[in-house]
C-alpha cells in the first residue's frame, strides 16, 4: 500500500530524515520507534506533504497505492487527506478548531470528500462514537474539543480518521499525551478498529513498549536514519544496532 524507497528530508539544507525507506502492506501495522528529535513526525508528516516553512524532499520517492506522492498537485493531495490516508496527531485537542463543536467539525471531514448530508455525517459519527467505546455520543458531538478529556479527543480524532472509510491510518504519537491505562485502552482500540475495516497503520513513537504491543514489523530511527527494520520478534530479541538494545534495555521490569 505504502513504499518509501532512499527518502531524504531537509530543513533549510540541514538533512533531517536520511535515505529511508520501508514498506507497508495491506492490513499491516508498521511501528517506528525513536527518540525526540530522530525524524519520526518528520517521515509521517512528509507522506501527506506537510513538510511545513523550508522543508522539502530532496532525494527518494513516496509511492501510495503505486503513485508517487511527492510530486502530486496541492489539489490532490488535499484529496487524499483525511480520505485515503488520515492522521492521528500527538496532541488531538491542539488539532482540532476551539470554537467549533465536534459535531460541526465531524460534518466539516465529511463534506469535503463527498456529497453528504448533516443527518447522514451525524449517523456515522454516532456509530463510530458507539464503536470506539464513546458514552453518549449525542453530549460529545455537542461539546467544544476542550471540554473533551484526552482520551475523548483521541477517540474523537480516530473517529474523523476512519469517517471516510480511509486505507492507510498514520499515527504521530497518538498514546504520549495520556496516562497510562488510557494509553493501553487507546492501543487495543487502533488494534481492534485495523481488524475490523481491513486497515493499514503506520505509528511512529518514543515508546517502545506501545509499538512492541502494535506492530507487526518495527523500525529503529537514530539520527534522521532507519538503523533497523523487520519483524517483530527479531527486533526485540534479536537486536543488531546498539541503540536498539539500549532501546530495548530502557523498558521498565516489574
Known amino acids: 500500500m505504502l513504499e518509501i524507497n532512499h527518502l531524504n528530508i531537509s530543513y533549510h539544507e540541514e538533512e ?16 517506528i520507534v525513536g527518540e525526540s528529535g530522530s525524524g ?8 501527506l506533504g506537510l513538510f511545513g516553512k523550508g522543508g522539502k524532499a530532496t532525494g527518494g520517492e513516496i509511492l501510495f497505492e503505486g503513485k508517487s506522492l511527492l510530486d502530486q498537485s496541492q489539489k490532490v493531495m488535499r484529496e487524499l487527506r483525511g480520505n485515503a490516508i488520515s492522521l492521528i496527531s500527538q496532541h488531538t485537542e491542539q488539532s482540532m478548531d476551539p470554537i467549533f463543536t465536534i459535531e460541526e467539525q465531524f ?38 474539543p476542550f471540554e473533551l478529556s484526552g482520551g475523548m479527543s483521541q477517540r474523537v480524532s480516530i473517529a474523523m480518521a476512519l469517517a471516510n472509510q480511509t486505507k492507510l ?20 482500540l487502533m488494534m481492534d478498529i485495523k481488524n475490523k475495516h481491513n ?56
Open 169 to 188: 491510518l498514520l499515527a504521530d504519537e497518538p498514546t504520549s499525551a495520556l496516562d497510562v491505562t488510557i494509553q493501553a485502552q487507546v492501543v487495543d
Open 107 to 144: 460534518f466539516e471531514c465529511m463534506r469535503y470528500h463527498k456529497k453528504i448530508t448533516k443527518n447522514e455525517s451525524l449517523k456515522t459519527a454516532k456509530k463510530l462514537f458507539e464503536e470506539l467505546g464513546l458514552a453518549d455520543p449525542k453530549k460529545v458531538l455537542s461539546s467544544y
Open 40 to 47: 519520526k513526525s518528520t517521515l509521517i508528516n512528509s507522506i
Open 199 to 254: 486497515m493499514s497503520i503506520l505509528i511512529v513513537s518514543h515508546n517502545i513498549g506501545v509499538i512492541a504491543k502494535m506492530a507487526d514489523k518495527i523500525g529503529v530511527m537514530f539520527e534522521g536514519k532507519l538503523i533497523e527494520f523487520g519483524k517483530k520478534e527479531e527486533i526485540l530479541y534479536h537486536p543488531k544496532h546498539n541503540y536498539t538494545k539500549l532501546l530495548i534495555d530502557a523498558i521498565p521490569k516489574l
Open 16 to 31: 533531517i530524515v536520511k535515505d529511508v525507506s520501508l514498506s507497508v502492506g495491506t492490513s499491516e501495522i508498521i511501528g
